[in-house]
């Protein structure tokens, strides 16, 4: 046994046949050697990772910190200032609170809302941050008189007021290039119920996890192999967000995982509320023809036509519901969906305590109240809007800076541009009914000429058509417009002319370089042989008005066009004294406005103030005034322009207005192209224009045409009369009704006209 074992034992300790042991080292340095390539791969995935992530932490950081979205330029018009004595009634302030999405209620809660009584109106008023200054919120009651506003009361100190400024409409939003449309909003402005209600329904644990969160992936993942498909998702709201911003909506892992590293990234540079503030003001919700929905500060106007912070509890639900799916949820197409998803909200919203049993019941019970989504910025004003945007182009030399969210305050009136539209749909088609026309256009600009704002455009009778802006775009002979220009240049030499100075009335023959003819005729064919200046005006006569230009001269009535604003090129021709000049209707206005500032000319602008998204100022409209004619002159021409409204070519006017004093002139073309009337009243000027494009006979003079539509004009909207008190330089004088001569007082037979005092005109003595 011994021997057996000592054997067994010297066996087992004799060494490895050579081969085996070959293999086996081969296989130990195999496997050293996986491991060290492992090592090292592992080590290069982990650099390359490291290297990834900063280059991700770079991207992701650049792109938080500049700019994070393209936010629209928002256009608006002209705010509403009340005061007493305003020119509107109950019915028409209603109508313009109403175009702002004020609500009517039946009692007062917060901003947005308004009630009405027999005698006045109680309104709660936005607040606004105007350019330089803030407008707070204010509760009101505003008392009506007779047609006009009589007096404001502020609710809180139960006294009265003098103004109060209303926030200007939201006239257009210029998108960006890639057609997102928001309203960025900080975080703070945004109401507690509904950041509560975001994150209960969408991120429970947002201020707790780190970007991303395992328990919402895990709850989710159980949800989902309960219901036996996909029914809850497992991404945070850091992860939404990192997936909106920075990443597309492809279902690859390769996005997960960024997505997932994004939102590490994110958590651990910046804040919650900074995270927060960026999802709500980028999350998409849904499309409006080429607009994307972002952010829930456009949407609320989108669904429901308020500012967010004017939402009820039921509201928000709507708005938080549509992120699992904006266009399965969509309200203005799935109604039946978009209510069943508001219901789920709100419950969920009972059960965590946001809403007691009392509100749960009542919000539950509502419609879902969605606004029609045709009213969300539809075509507005299109013809303004061209002029808007010409002028941006002209002003602001850097194009990208319109999709840094900046705010551009115009001069448009809206109660003048709607009752201008209203005319123009409407009476035009009664005016050309009652005449058996048809296919008329018409271009129509309205102008405060005390400050060269343009308040009000229609470039055509379709009002929503954004193609040719005939009130820019077109230029059609003026006519009889042009008279003044003449006129004025005549009366600017008061030493040779006054209102009554006597001008032929009898037939003329001209003949031009080429021995063409041109025999000018007065609109009634008759001669009456002789007539003062002022009557020449008053009644449009057109041959004593080429003998006045002809005296003149071609270079001086030319020179005078030029300071009324007229900066086209002309042909120098005595036809020009008759309205052969092509213009727009905007610069008849700019010519007009000259007029009525008292020789003041101001070049017309549609914009005041352009601010960045932060009230920052940009640019704002320093009005280049300059004096180009004596106030005398300018003043002795205005006062016939107010007897031609009264006793000459325009005086329906005053048979329409008796209580009115308006200036103005008409215009007619050649063969009744062209009817034109251009006329102002205290503060605004208003050009018309009537015509066929195909230049064809629109069958209308001046008077029967476009006067129509400008009286029809002031019934919408109360004029204010105009007062124009003489200068210094200007005294009565007398003259002689038969040959202008100027009398030293009283004759018989004499006239009593306006005058230069430093004039110094003929003066003989009264006739035995």
Avoid at 77 to 103: C, F, V, W
Wanted: neutral net charge; contains cysteine.
């Amino acid at each position: 046994m011994t021997e057996k074992k000592a054997s067994k034992s010297k066996a087992s300790k004799q060494p490895e046949p050579p081969s085996k042991a070959k293999a086996n080292t081969k296989l130990k340095q195999a496997a050293l050697y996986g491991a060290k390539t492992l090592a090292k791969l592992s080590f290069a995935l982990l650099l390359a990772l490291v290297v990834y992530l900063i280059y991700l932490d770079s991207k992701v950081t650049r792109k938080f910190e500049s700019k994070k979205w393209q936010i629209p330029a928002q256009i608006y018009a002209r705010p509403m200032t009340l005061h007493s004595g305003y020119g509107i009634d109950k019915n028409g302030l209603i109508a313009q609170l109403e175009a702002l999405d004020y609500r009517r209620v039946t009692k007062l809660s917060g901003p947005g809302e308004y009630t009405v009584s027999p005698k006045h109106l109680s309104v709660v008023k936005r607040a606004f941050d105007f350019p330089g200054k803030v407008e707070p919120e204010r509760w009101l009651t505003i008392e009506f008189d007779n047609g006009r506003l009589s007096r404001l009361i502020d609710r809180d100190s139960h006294q009265p007021i003098v103004a109060v400024t209303f926030e200007p409409l939201l006239i257009d939003r210029l998108l960006s290039p890639h057609h997102e449309d928001r309203e960025f909003m900080p975080l703070e402005r945004f109401p507690e119920l509904f950041k509560d209600t975001l994150l209960l329904v969408e991120d429970r644990d947002f201020y707790h996890h780190s970007g991303v969160s395992i328990t919402a992936i895990l709850r989710a993942l159980w949800h989902n192999i309960r219901a036996g498909r996909t029914v809850q998702g497992g991404s945070t709201l850091t992860q939404q967000l990192a997936k909106n911003v920075y990443l597309n909506a492809d279902r690859s892992y390769i996005r997960k995982l960024n997505e997932a590293f994004i939102a590490l990234l994110l958590d651990h540079r910046y804040s919650k509320d900074q995270l927060l503030e960026a999802y709500v003001n980028e999350v998409f919700l849904g499309q409006f023809h080429n607009r994307a929905i972002h952010g829930f500060g456009l949407a609320a106007r989108y669904y429901f036509s308020k500012p967010i912070n004017e939402l009820s509890a039921d509201e928000f639900a709507v708005l938080v519901g549509i992120i699992k799916g904006p266009s399965y949820y969509n309200p203005h197409k799935h109604t039946e969906r978009a209510l069943e998803r508001r219901d789920v909200v709100l419950r969920l919203m009972f059960e965590h305590h946001l809403l007691t049993k009392q509100e749960y019941e009542v919000a539950v019970n509502r419609p879902l109240g969605i606004a029609d989504k045709d009213t969300f910025l539809s075509a507005r004003f299109p013809a303004y809007m061209a002029q808007v945007k010409k002028e941006l182009k002209a002003n602001l030399r850097d194009s990208d800076i319109v999709g840094d969210g900046i705010r551009v305050f115009t001069h448009l009136d809206p109660r003048l541009q709607w009752a201008t539209e209203r005319v123009v749909q409407d009476y035009l088609s009664k005016l050309e009914a009652s005449h058996q026309l048809s296919d008329a256009e018409v271009a129509s600009v309205s102008v405060d000429y005390t400050q060269g704002a343009i308040t009000a455009m229609v470039g055509g009778r379709n009002v929503n058509y954004s193609g040719l802006n005939r009130a820019v775009d077109m230029r059609r002979n003026i006519g009889s417009l042009i008279k003044p220009a003449v006129y004025l240049t005549a009366l600017s030499q008061y030493d040779d002319f006054t209102l009554a100075t006597v001008l032929p009335d009898a037939p003329v023959t001209l003949e031009n370089q080429n021995g063409e003819q041109w025999t000018p005729e007065n609109f009634d064919k008759t001669h009456e042989g002789e007539v003062l200046l002022y009557d020449a005006l008053t009644r449009s006569r057109n041959i004593p008005t080429v003998n006045l230009g002809l005296a003149l001269g071609m270079d001086s009535v030319a020179e005078s066009l030029g300071k009324l604003g007229v900066k086209r090129r002309f042909a120098r021709y005595p036809s020009l004294f008759l309205g052969a000049l092509e213009l727009s209707p905007l610069e008849v206005s700019e010519m007009y406005a000259t007029y009525a500032s008292k020789g003041v000319y101001k070049k017309l602008s549609t914009i005041s103030v352009v601010t960045a998204n932060d009230g920052t100022m940009i640019w704002h409209r320093q009005p280049s005034a300059r004096a180009n004619f004596e106030v005398e002159p300018v003043y002795l021409l205005n006062t016939v322009l107010e007897d031609v409204t009264r006793v000459g070519t325009a005086r329906y006017l005053t048979s329409e207005f008796p209580q009115v004093q308006f200036a103005g002139k008409t215009g007619t073309t050649d063969e009744l192209r062209d009817s034109w009337f251009s006329g102002f009243d205290g503060k605004t000027l208003t050009t018309f224009w009537l015509g066929k494009d195909d230049y064809s006979p629109v069958g209308l003079t001046g008077s029967a045409g476009a006067l129509r539509l400008f009286a029809e004009l002031n019934r919408q909207v109360p004029p204010e009369s105009l007062i124009d008190a003489p200068p210094k330089g200007i005294t009565q004088r007398f003259f002689s009704a038969k040959d202008g001569v100027m009398y030293p007082g009283q004759c018989a037979g004499a006239i009593v006209l306006s005058a230069v005092e430093k004039g110094r005109p003929q003066m003989v003595d009264c006739p035995n």
